[in-house]
């Protein structure tokens, strides 16, 4: 019945960094990190209206390999899975409506796009043929990390909550085709009820579904089956201890000679559709936990283990599993991942670093001064009009980046299969790119307008961001996911990419740093993470303070209770927003500048605000200028 229960002189001439791969490595060496990774490159892949980030398995993998902790022969490429496979879980009329795009839509909950029918398929079919290959491996060598699956929602007769197939069931039933016959533990630790695992293996005795989530979403009868509903707001130690209390004991008594662990990330307290408040530390005991079990639960035993993703809304949601997978075996000492910004700025800075710069300015590839017909102006010629972007970036260099970087790719993913670029030069407001989404110029995407700037800050030169938006004209918003003041559109969820492109434009051309002037608290709050500095220390000091008043808030709503002046000041006057510069540091000498500010500042005053009711407001607009 289905359960409901609520050294040394050598070191002294190392780099810390060098001992730490060093120490890995021979880890590695001796077996002590040794884990099979399925990856495709297709993972990538992003559709309109999702709200997942497309490079969770690329930012996992790329810092993975940037520790050390997978080798490029530890890394294998899954195939999709055969229709064979597919139905022996899903009955044959489900499989022959996946054509529809109406079906898809029930199952996604939104509308889909007679375009994208086959590349939804295609692409969960790809992740449910890394999910067979993961558990093959792991059958082999004991652990097995798949960087997807875990569409743990999909039933034989139809799909819900994104899942379309479901793979953790289409890979247990593969292992019994190929005659393994042990007991399997399939471990959900997403958010979100099992509910279609459980009930598939419903009337199998061979295989135990142990879900914790925030809500049943069915019944949950099964004869193998633990279901626990914990609700809403979940804390750390009530999770934890939910844990410790049911998985052991199950161990024991099932003793499962298979185990796949759908790793959710969406308990986390940062994720878009969540509202648990599963903090860093306790989302890693968690996953350290089921390993340990797995490896230990009975001497001299060990539990082949497959780990799936499965559910995380946040872009900083695969930074849970990176995290887990490179303390996979236990540590005295976390091994913390950087951040998404950073991630990604390497990245594209690799990709930069493999282009020819004659190939982003345009120069000819034989001529080593790479002089164009432009750069051959003589006075008296007439007024010489600039060509490049910033002095230096053709548009075909341009697009040649956006193309080799994968950033075009992840437009026609979105389903914009034209993209195309147009550049505004010779302005004095500063440069212009625009990014549309069709050959016609009618989707604009992306506007962007840079100036070189030595104003703002005397003495430093920096690349002053005028203007930036982003959006999807195709995309709309749904369920808690309301329009931000003066926002259009759904974004398209390349912010972090844009900051980081801008970045090495300003590392290549010798700039000091990227600087930035947000209009809202919304604008500052969400460009904080990427731009650090406020460039006046009292500035900085007064926003830090403002934070703390409205940090109980969901940001949009603290951007409304700004406007509509419910921050009060410590005298009872309405704060009222005034936009001041930010600035990313680029230069060590910008770095060293700013850093010094800071240390050397005393602020005007103890800045303190408050919030006062709604009924206290003054101002009716909730409009953001």
């Known amino acids: 019945m289905g359960r409901h229960v609520r050294h040394t002189a050598l070191s002294q001439h190392l780099s810390p960094r060098f001992l730490r791969r060093f120490v890995r490595r021979s880890f590695r060496r001796i077996g002590l990190a040794d884990y099979q990774v ?49 139905a022996m879980v899903h009955t044959p009329e489900y499989l022959d409506a996946l054509q529809d795009e109406k079906q898809l839509g029930r199952i996604m909950g939104f509308e889909v796009a007679p375009s994208q029918v086959d590349r939804m398929v295609d692409y969960q079919r790809l992740q449910t043929g890394g999910t067979l290959m993961a558990t093959r491996r792991a059958l082999r060598r004991g652990v097995a990390v798949h960087l997807g699956g875990g569409f743990h929602h999909a039933h034989p007769d139809h799909g819900e909550g994104f899942c379309i197939f479901n793979d953790i069931a289409v890979a247990i039933r593969d292992e019994r085709r190929r005659g393994f016959k042990g007991r399997v533990l399939v471990i959900d630790l ?86 648990w408040k599963i903090r860093d530390a306790a989302m890693l005991q968690r996953d350290q936990q089921v390993f340990q079990l797995c490896r230990s639960y009975r001497r001299g035993s060990v539990v082949p283990l497959v780990i799936l993703l499965a559910g995380g809304y946040s872009p900083d949601a695969w930074r849970y599993s990176a995290r887990f997978l490179a303390n996979l075996r236990v540590r005295k000492t976390v091994l913390e991942p950087p951040s998404t910004d950073e991630i990604t700025f390497k990245r594209y800075r690799f990709i930069s670093r493999l282009l020819d710069p004659r190939l982003l300015s345009g120069g000819d590839m034989s001529n080593d001064f790479g002089l164009t017909e432009e750069d051959l102006f ?65 989707e604009l995407l992306a506007e962007l307008r840079v100036l070189r700037d030595r104003r703002t800050l005397p003495g430093f ?9 982003m959006q999807n004209p195709r995309a709309e918003f749904h369920g808690d996911h309301r329009p931000l003041p003066g926002q259009e559109h759904p974004g398209l969820g390349m912010f972090s990419d844009v900051i980081a492109v801008l970045r090495l434009a300003c590392e290549r051309l010798g700039i000091d740093g990227l600087s930035f002037v947000p209009s809202n608290y919304l604008i500052a709050s969400y460009s904080s993470e990427h731009l650090p500095y406020f460039i006046d220390p009292d500035d900085h000091a007064q926003y830090e303070a403002l934070k703390q008043a409205l940090q109980d808030l969901p940001l949009a709503e603290a951007t409304r209770a700004v406007v509509r002046g419910q921050v009060l000041n410590d005298d009872g006057g309405v704060y009222r927003w005034r936009a001041r510069p930010m ?43």
């Open 461 to 469: 030169e920096t690349l002053s961001v005028e203007w930036l938006m």
């Open 583 to 625: 600035v990313f540091p680029i230069s060590r000498r910008l770095r060293q500048e700013l850093n010094q500010r800071q240390k050397d500042h005393t602020p005007k005053k103890n800045y303190r605000f408050h919030l006062a009711s709604r009924a206290s407001q003054s101002g009716p607009s909730d409009s953001v200028e």
């Open 190 to 275: 997403d958010l979100h009820d099992g509910n279609g695992t459980r009930e598939i293996f419903a009337d199998d005795s061979s295989v135990h579904t142990f879900s914790i989530h925030a809500r049943h979403w069915q019944d949950t009868e099964a004869v193998e089956s633990t279901s626990i509903e914990l609700g809403n707001r979940v804390d750390d130690d009530t999770y934890l201890q939910t844990i410790a209390e049911h998985l052991p004991p199950l161990f024991e008594r099932f003793k499962p000679k298979l185990v796949l662990y759908l790793a959710g990330c969406d308990v986390a307290c940062d994720d878009q559709l969540g509202n």
């Open 38 to 86: 399925v990856f495709h490159e297709a993972y990538n892949t992003g559709f309109p209206n999702l709200p997942v980030d497309p490079l969770r398995a690329d930012r996992i993998l790329a810092f993975l390999a940037s520790e050390g902790f997978v080798l490029r022969q530890s890394v294998h490429r899954p195939e999709p899975v055969w229709m064979k496979a597919l």
């Open 378 to 442: 003589l006075p008296g010629w007439g007024v010489r009009r600039e060509s490049r972007f910033l002095g230096f970036y053709t548009k075909t260099g341009i697009e040649i980046f956006l193309e080799r970087s994968g950033f075009l790719d992840r437009l026609r993913n979105l389903d914009f299969q034209h993209p195309t670029l147009e550049l505004q030069l010779n302005d004095p407001a500063g440069d212009a790119l625009r990014l549309f989404g069709d050959a016609d110029q009618q």
